[in-house]
């Protein structure tokens, strides 16, 4: 059973760096074709993706985010990390980490970041 687990502060101020990890266990993240990401879901809107790392490393961001963004990984301790800079109130969201390996999905639970101004 593949599980996600996200960690991280739940308070983040203005302009600072957001940093999330996310913890797999019982997968692999460089499972061939697998591949982890980060999505997000502000309050009253949709689900938000952010970008993903592949199995071999390479990276996709999301355009309106990119320049923000960077996602790495530690594979010795199975975990990928989400970094978005110059953070603003307009960043407040749940962070979702997700993976696809083997054809299915894989959510972790969530985790709250408020970024106050």
């Known amino acids: 059973q593949v599980q996600l687990q996200e960690t991280g502060p739940g308070l983040v101020k203005s302009s600072q760096t957001l940093s999330l990890t996310c913890t797999v266990s019982?997968?692999?993240?460089?499972?061939?074709?697998?591949?982890w990401s980060w999505i997000r879901q502000s309050p009253g809107k949709g689900l938000e993706w952010i970008g993903y790392i592949g199995h071999s490393g390479s990276t996709l961001y999301n355009p309106s985010l990119k320049s923000r963004t960077s996602i790495s990984r530690d594979t010795s301790k199975s975990q990928f990390t989400l970094q978005l800079s110059s953070v603003t109130p307009e960043d407040t969201a749940v962070y979702y980490c997700?993976?696809?390996?083997?054809?299915?999905?894989?959510w972790g639970q969530g985790t709250q970041v408020t970024v106050s101004s």
């Open positions: 997700y993976g696809k390996q083997a054809g299915v999905d894989y």
């Open positions: 019982g997968g692999s993240i460089t499972s061939i074709y697998s591949y």
